[in-house]
Protein backbone atom coordinates (compact mmCIF):
# COMPACT_ATOMS: atom_id res chain seq x y z
CA UNK A 1 0.00 0.00 0.00
CA UNK A 2 1.39 3.43 -1.01
CA UNK A 3 0.48 5.99 2.05
CA UNK A 4 1.34 9.81 1.15
CA UNK A 5 -0.13 11.37 3.65
CA UNK A 6 -1.42 10.31 7.45
CA UNK A 7 -3.83 12.30 9.00
CA UNK A 8 -3.47 12.50 12.94
CA UNK A 9 -7.05 13.20 14.63
CA UNK A 10 -6.60 14.13 18.49
CA UNK A 11 -2.76 15.10 19.08
CA UNK A 12 -2.46 14.38 22.78
CA UNK A 13 -0.76 11.95 24.96
CA UNK A 14 -0.18 8.95 22.48
CA UNK A 15 -0.36 10.83 19.38
CA UNK A 16 2.60 12.75 21.06
CA UNK A 17 4.67 9.77 22.13
CA UNK A 18 4.22 8.59 18.40
CA UNK A 19 5.59 11.60 16.76
CA UNK A 20 8.24 10.94 19.49
CA UNK A 21 8.87 7.84 18.25
CA UNK A 22 9.19 8.86 14.49
CA UNK A 23 11.45 11.76 15.03
CA UNK A 24 13.81 9.01 16.28
CA UNK A 25 13.30 5.77 14.66
CA UNK A 26 11.42 7.41 11.23
CA UNK A 27 12.10 10.86 10.66
CA UNK A 28 10.69 10.51 6.80
CA UNK A 29 7.27 9.47 7.91
CA UNK A 30 6.95 12.48 10.10
CA UNK A 31 6.80 15.02 6.48
CA UNK A 32 3.26 13.05 6.04
CA UNK A 33 1.55 13.78 8.99
CA UNK A 34 -1.04 15.87 9.48
CA UNK A 35 -2.51 16.75 12.81
CA UNK A 36 -5.41 17.87 14.57
CA UNK A 37 -6.05 18.57 18.18
CA UNK A 38 -8.61 20.77 20.20
CA UNK A 39 -6.48 23.01 22.29
CA UNK A 40 -4.13 25.65 20.49
CA UNK A 41 -1.43 24.91 23.00
CA UNK A 42 -1.09 21.20 22.13
CA UNK A 43 -0.87 22.24 18.34
CA UNK A 44 1.90 24.35 19.51
CA UNK A 45 3.57 21.21 20.85
CA UNK A 46 3.41 19.66 17.71
CA UNK A 47 5.90 22.71 15.84
CA UNK A 48 8.95 20.81 16.93
CA UNK A 49 7.88 17.81 14.52
CA UNK A 50 5.58 18.89 11.97
CA UNK A 51 5.14 21.90 10.14
CA UNK A 52 2.94 24.36 11.09
CA UNK A 53 0.71 24.57 7.40
CA UNK A 54 -0.26 20.59 8.32
CA UNK A 55 -1.25 21.62 12.07
CA UNK A 56 -5.30 21.79 11.87
CA UNK A 57 -7.82 22.56 14.53
CA UNK A 58 -11.15 20.45 14.65
CA UNK A 59 -12.33 22.99 12.32
CA UNK A 60 -10.27 20.81 9.80
CA UNK A 61 -11.06 17.49 10.39
CA UNK A 62 -12.82 17.64 6.97
CA UNK A 63 -10.13 18.83 5.37
CA UNK A 64 -7.85 16.07 6.70
CA UNK A 65 -10.36 13.41 6.29
CA UNK A 66 -10.35 14.29 2.55
CA UNK A 67 -6.82 14.73 2.26
CA UNK A 68 -4.95 11.95 4.04
CA UNK A 69 -4.43 8.27 2.73
CA UNK A 70 -4.37 6.70 6.47
CA UNK A 71 -6.44 8.51 9.20
CA UNK A 72 -5.37 7.84 12.12
CA UNK A 73 -7.83 7.75 15.42
CA UNK A 74 -7.01 9.10 18.81
CA UNK A 75 -8.93 10.82 20.35
CA UNK A 76 -10.42 9.72 23.87
CA UNK A 77 -13.65 6.87 23.44
CA UNK A 78 -15.90 9.66 24.18
CA UNK A 79 -15.17 12.05 21.50
CA UNK A 80 -15.17 9.48 18.49
CA UNK A 81 -19.22 10.33 17.57
CA UNK A 82 -18.05 14.13 17.68
CA UNK A 83 -15.13 13.72 15.81
CA UNK A 84 -16.40 11.51 13.30
CA UNK A 85 -19.23 14.19 12.98
CA UNK A 86 -16.51 16.44 11.96
CA UNK A 87 -14.69 14.54 9.46
CA UNK A 88 -17.44 14.63 6.68
CA UNK A 89 -17.84 12.05 4.01
CA UNK A 90 -15.57 9.96 3.58
CA UNK A 91 -14.16 8.59 0.22
CA UNK A 92 -12.69 5.21 0.13
CA UNK A 93 -9.99 4.45 -0.48
CA UNK A 94 -8.82 5.51 2.85
CA UNK A 95 -7.24 3.35 5.80
CA UNK A 96 -8.75 4.25 9.28
CA UNK A 97 -6.65 2.91 11.73
CA UNK A 98 -8.24 3.45 15.63
CA UNK A 99 -5.61 4.06 18.43
CA UNK A 100 -9.23 4.21 20.60
CA UNK A 101 -9.09 1.28 23.94
CA UNK A 102 -12.05 -0.69 24.16
CA UNK A 103 -13.66 0.75 20.67
CA UNK A 104 -15.08 -2.21 18.67
CA UNK A 105 -14.15 -2.65 15.11
CA UNK A 106 -17.94 -3.57 15.19
CA UNK A 107 -18.69 -0.08 16.67
CA UNK A 108 -16.32 1.86 14.19
CA UNK A 109 -17.79 -0.13 11.06
CA UNK A 110 -21.51 1.44 12.22
CA UNK A 111 -19.69 5.02 12.35
CA UNK A 112 -17.71 4.95 9.77
CA UNK A 113 -19.49 2.61 6.89
CA UNK A 114 -18.19 -0.69 5.89
CA UNK A 115 -16.62 0.75 2.50
CA UNK A 116 -13.26 1.53 4.23
CA UNK A 117 -10.84 -0.13 5.77
CA UNK A 118 -10.65 -0.58 9.52
CA UNK A 119 -7.72 -1.27 11.80
CA UNK A 120 -7.34 -1.29 15.36
CA UNK A 121 -4.16 -0.73 16.91
CA UNK A 122 -3.14 -0.17 20.48
CA UNK A 123 0.04 1.33 21.20
CA UNK A 124 1.66 1.80 24.36
CA UNK A 125 3.80 5.17 25.79
CA UNK A 126 6.93 3.24 24.87
CA UNK A 127 6.79 3.81 20.99
CA UNK A 128 8.24 7.01 21.94
CA UNK A 129 11.69 5.69 22.63
CA UNK A 130 11.20 2.77 19.98
CA UNK A 131 10.37 0.09 22.76
CA UNK A 132 6.15 0.11 22.24
CA UNK A 133 4.19 -2.81 22.26
CA UNK A 134 1.58 -2.62 20.12
CA UNK A 135 -1.47 -5.08 19.13
CA UNK A 136 -3.55 -5.17 15.72
CA UNK A 137 -6.53 -6.35 14.63
CA UNK A 138 -7.97 -5.91 11.36
CA UNK A 139 -11.75 -5.71 10.21
CA UNK A 140 -12.90 -7.50 7.03
CA UNK A 141 -11.89 -7.07 4.10
CA UNK A 142 -8.74 -5.24 5.02
CA UNK A 143 -6.36 -5.72 2.25
CA UNK A 144 -3.01 -7.84 3.26
CA UNK A 145 -0.86 -4.87 2.09
CA UNK A 146 -2.95 -2.43 4.48
CA UNK A 147 -2.12 -4.61 7.35
CA UNK A 148 1.05 -5.06 6.27
CA UNK A 149 1.60 -1.14 6.20
CA UNK A 150 -0.37 -0.51 9.64
CA UNK A 151 2.40 -3.82 11.36
CA UNK A 152 5.10 -2.13 9.49
CA UNK A 153 4.71 1.79 10.94
CA UNK A 154 4.04 0.18 14.57
CA UNK A 155 7.39 -1.98 13.92
CA UNK A 156 9.49 0.79 13.27
CA UNK A 157 8.11 1.96 16.83
CA UNK A 158 8.60 -1.27 18.60
CA UNK A 159 7.15 -4.74 18.15
CA UNK A 160 3.95 -4.81 16.41
CA UNK A 161 1.54 -7.84 16.32
CA UNK A 162 -1.60 -9.06 15.16
CA UNK A 163 -3.98 -10.53 17.55
CA UNK A 164 -7.65 -11.71 17.40
CA UNK A 165 -9.68 -8.81 18.32
CA UNK A 166 -11.25 -10.00 21.34
CA UNK A 167 -7.82 -10.33 23.11
CA UNK A 168 -7.28 -6.50 22.13
CA UNK A 169 -9.17 -5.39 25.51
CA UNK A 170 -7.01 -7.48 27.88
CA UNK A 171 -4.28 -6.47 25.71
CA UNK A 172 -5.25 -2.65 26.66
CA UNK A 173 -5.24 -3.71 30.32
CA UNK A 174 -2.16 -5.40 30.36
CA UNK A 175 0.59 -3.68 27.86
CA UNK A 176 -1.43 -0.21 26.79
CA UNK A 177 -1.44 0.47 30.37
CA UNK A 178 1.53 -1.49 31.43
CA UNK A 179 3.92 1.57 31.38
CA UNK A 180 2.12 3.29 34.19
CA UNK A 181 2.14 -0.01 36.49
CA UNK A 182 5.71 -0.05 35.89
CA UNK A 183 6.44 3.56 36.39
CA UNK A 184 4.59 2.94 39.70
CA UNK A 185 6.84 0.23 40.73
CA UNK A 186 10.01 2.78 39.82
CA UNK A 187 8.40 5.25 42.26
CA UNK A 188 7.79 2.90 44.96
CA UNK A 189 11.74 2.14 44.75
CA UNK A 190 12.09 6.08 44.30
CA UNK A 191 10.26 6.12 47.96
CA UNK A 192 12.37 3.60 49.42
CA UNK A 193 15.38 5.03 48.71
CA UNK A 194 14.44 8.45 49.95
CA UNK A 195 13.14 6.37 53.31
CA UNK A 196 16.26 4.99 53.69
CA UNK A 197 18.01 8.26 53.33
CA UNK A 198 19.00 9.28 49.64
CA UNK A 199 17.81 12.11 47.90
CA UNK A 200 14.98 12.16 45.29
CA UNK A 201 17.33 12.10 41.86
CA UNK A 202 20.17 9.41 44.01
CA UNK A 203 17.10 7.30 44.25
CA UNK A 204 15.40 7.59 41.13
CA UNK A 205 19.16 6.89 39.44
CA UNK A 206 19.27 3.43 41.80
CA UNK A 207 15.53 2.72 40.69
CA UNK A 208 16.48 2.86 37.07
CA UNK A 209 19.58 1.41 37.32
CA UNK A 210 17.94 -1.65 39.21
CA UNK A 211 14.86 -2.53 36.63
CA UNK A 212 17.62 -2.18 33.69
CA UNK A 213 20.01 -5.00 35.25
CA UNK A 214 16.42 -6.89 36.29
CA UNK A 215 15.88 -6.39 32.55
CA UNK A 216 19.44 -6.96 31.05
CA UNK A 217 19.20 -10.87 33.57
CA UNK A 218 16.14 -11.95 31.81
CA UNK A 219 17.40 -11.26 28.28
CA UNK A 220 21.09 -13.13 29.33
CA UNK A 221 19.08 -16.13 31.03
CA UNK A 222 15.98 -16.46 28.71
CA UNK A 223 15.31 -20.33 30.04
CA UNK A 224 15.15 -19.07 33.69
CA UNK A 225 11.33 -18.71 35.25
CA UNK A 226 10.85 -15.63 37.07
CA UNK A 227 10.17 -17.35 40.73
CA UNK A 228 13.98 -18.83 40.26
CA UNK A 229 15.56 -15.43 39.47
CA UNK A 230 13.42 -14.30 42.85
CA UNK A 231 15.28 -17.22 44.77
CA UNK A 232 18.54 -16.24 43.12
CA UNK A 233 18.34 -12.83 45.50
CA UNK A 234 15.87 -14.58 47.95
CA UNK A 235 18.50 -16.77 50.46
CA UNK A 236 16.22 -18.68 52.94
CA UNK A 237 15.59 -16.58 56.51
CA UNK A 238 17.59 -13.89 54.95
CA UNK A 239 16.82 -9.38 54.21
CA UNK A 240 14.76 -10.64 50.81
CA UNK A 241 12.62 -13.19 52.35
CA UNK A 242 12.21 -11.00 55.17
CA UNK A 243 10.97 -8.15 52.66
CA UNK A 244 8.76 -10.44 50.80
CA UNK A 245 7.40 -11.93 53.27
CA UNK A 246 5.73 -8.65 54.52
CA UNK A 247 4.52 -8.16 50.84
CA UNK A 248 3.19 -11.41 50.70
CA UNK A 249 1.22 -10.73 54.17
CA UNK A 250 -0.13 -7.78 52.09
CA UNK A 251 -1.62 -9.95 49.52
CA UNK A 252 0.09 -7.89 46.80
CA UNK A 253 0.33 -10.35 44.21
CA UNK A 254 -3.28 -10.78 44.83
CA UNK A 255 -4.40 -7.08 45.26
CA UNK A 256 -2.29 -6.15 41.59
CA UNK A 257 -4.20 -9.14 39.64
CA UNK A 258 -7.76 -8.15 41.46
CA UNK A 259 -6.63 -4.55 39.82
CA UNK A 260 -6.05 -6.00 36.75
CA UNK A 261 -9.41 -7.30 36.73
CA UNK A 262 -11.09 -4.09 37.53
CA UNK A 263 -9.09 -2.49 34.68
CA UNK A 264 -10.91 -5.44 32.15
CA UNK A 265 -14.15 -4.26 33.85
CA UNK A 266 -13.99 -0.80 33.12
CA UNK A 267 -13.17 -1.43 29.46
CA UNK A 268 -16.90 -3.77 29.37
CA UNK A 269 -18.85 -0.66 31.20
CA UNK A 270 -17.14 2.18 29.08
CA UNK A 271 -18.06 -0.04 25.94
CA UNK A 272 -21.59 -0.71 27.68
CA UNK A 273 -22.23 2.94 28.13
CA UNK A 274 -21.09 3.94 24.55
CA UNK A 275 -23.88 1.08 23.07
CA UNK A 276 -20.75 -1.05 22.30
CA UNK A 277 -21.47 -4.86 21.41
CA UNK A 278 -18.65 -6.58 22.58
CA UNK A 279 -16.39 -8.98 20.22
N1 LIG B 1 -2.34 7.32 26.45
C1 LIG B 1 -2.05 6.06 26.17
O1 LIG B 1 -1.09 5.49 26.69
C2 LIG B 1 -2.88 5.29 25.19
C3 LIG B 1 -4.06 5.80 24.70
N2 LIG B 1 -4.80 5.08 23.79
C4 LIG B 1 -6.05 5.62 23.26
O2 LIG B 1 -5.73 6.76 22.49
C5 LIG B 1 -6.78 7.71 22.58
C6 LIG B 1 -6.18 9.04 23.02
O3 LIG B 1 -5.65 8.90 24.31
P1 LIG B 1 -4.68 10.00 24.92
O4 LIG B 1 -3.73 10.46 23.89
O5 LIG B 1 -4.18 9.44 26.17
O6 LIG B 1 -5.74 11.15 25.24
P2 LIG B 1 -5.52 12.71 25.27
O7 LIG B 1 -6.70 13.28 25.96
O8 LIG B 1 -4.16 13.05 25.74
O9 LIG B 1 -5.58 13.10 23.72
C7 LIG B 1 -6.76 13.18 22.99
C8 LIG B 1 -6.67 14.45 22.17
O10 LIG B 1 -7.74 14.49 21.25
C9 LIG B 1 -8.13 15.85 21.12
N3 LIG B 1 -9.46 15.88 20.52
C10 LIG B 1 -10.65 15.56 21.08
N4 LIG B 1 -11.64 15.71 20.19
C11 LIG B 1 -11.05 16.12 19.03
C12 LIG B 1 -11.56 16.44 17.75
N5 LIG B 1 -12.84 16.37 17.47
N6 LIG B 1 -10.68 16.81 16.79
C13 LIG B 1 -9.36 16.90 17.06
N7 LIG B 1 -8.82 16.62 18.27
C14 LIG B 1 -9.67 16.23 19.23
C15 LIG B 1 -8.08 16.37 22.55
O11 LIG B 1 -8.07 17.76 22.58
C16 LIG B 1 -6.77 15.72 23.02
O12 LIG B 1 -5.65 16.54 22.72
C17 LIG B 1 -7.79 7.18 23.58
O13 LIG B 1 -8.89 6.66 22.89
C18 LIG B 1 -7.04 6.08 24.32
O14 LIG B 1 -7.90 5.03 24.67
C19 LIG B 1 -4.39 3.87 23.32
C20 LIG B 1 -3.23 3.32 23.78
C21 LIG B 1 -2.39 3.97 24.76
O1 LIG C 1 -6.01 4.71 30.38
C1 LIG C 1 -6.55 4.64 29.27
O2 LIG C 1 -7.79 4.62 29.16
C2 LIG C 1 -5.69 4.54 28.03
C3 LIG C 1 -5.86 3.22 27.34
C4 LIG C 1 -4.49 2.58 27.34
C5 LIG C 1 -3.65 3.54 28.03
N1 LIG C 1 -4.29 4.61 28.38
Not at 74 to 79: A, E, G, I, N, R
Amino acid sequence: MKVSSIGIFGGGRIAQALADGLARMAPDELERVYVSARSPVTLSHWEKWVDRSRLFSPAGNAVLARRCDVLLLSVKPKDLPQLRAEMGEIVPPKLIVSLVAGRSLRFLEELFGCDVSLVRALPNVAVAVGKGLTACAAGPGVEPSSLEWVLGFFGRLGRAILLEERLLDPFTVLAGCGPAYGFLFLSLLTEAGMALGWDDSESRAFAVSLLDGVVGLSEAYPSLGWEEFVQWVRSPEGVTDTVCRQLERGRWRESFLEAIQKGVEKLVQMQKEAGDRRV
